[in-house]
């Protein structure tokens, strides 16, 4: 019996090492950003309260008000893993509560809008009005 010998097949060289990617660009910590963007955000809303504090017939400084809380709010939820959940939430659940002062005063002043145009005559009708006028005050003082 003839044995017969193996060939041995040359093994390619491995290919050249890829050049290292370059380094990316330098992006500021997402932290930092935040921070940034709430502290934007807080100046927003301080301007707005004060636009409802200042008892002058502005249509849209309750509206802004609601708008600030709202995305402070969100940022504040997804600034969780970052802040910590219960810092996160202690100060979300603050702004619920205003929230929710605020959202009846902006039904009051929707109302008032919808009903400033109706051409009705009527003195019970204006009495009551009138007595939604005076929750409107309170619901404003009670949001600041």
Avoid: C, N
């Avoid at 940034?36 to 955000?41: A, Q, V």
């Avoid at 600030?68 to 100060?91: E, K, N, Q, S, W």
């Avoid at 605020?102 to 009705?120: A, F, N």
């Amino acid at each position: 019996m003839k044995v017969k010998p193996k060939t041995v097949k040359a093994v390619p060289p491995p290919p050249p090492a890829p050049e290292p990617a370059p380094a990316p660009p330098q992006v500021p910590q997402v932290s930092a950003y935040l921070a940034r963007l709430l502290g934007e955000l807080a100046h927003e809303l301080e301007a707005s309260a004060a636009r409802v504090i200042s008892g002058e017939k502005d249509d849209e400084a309750v509206h802004d008000v609601r708008v600030a809380m709202r995305r402070i709010r969100t940022l504040l939820r997804l600034a969780r893993p970052i802040y910590g959940r219960f810092h996160a939430d202690a100060v979300r659940r603050a702004f619920t509560l205003v929230m929710r002062a605020s959202g009846e005063l902006r039904d009051e002043e929707v109302l008032d809008e919808t009903l400033e145009g109706l051409p009705v005559v009527d003195t019970s009708f204006d009495s009551w009005r009138r007595s939604r006028a005076t929750r409107e005050r309170r619901l404003r003082r009670a949001m600041v």
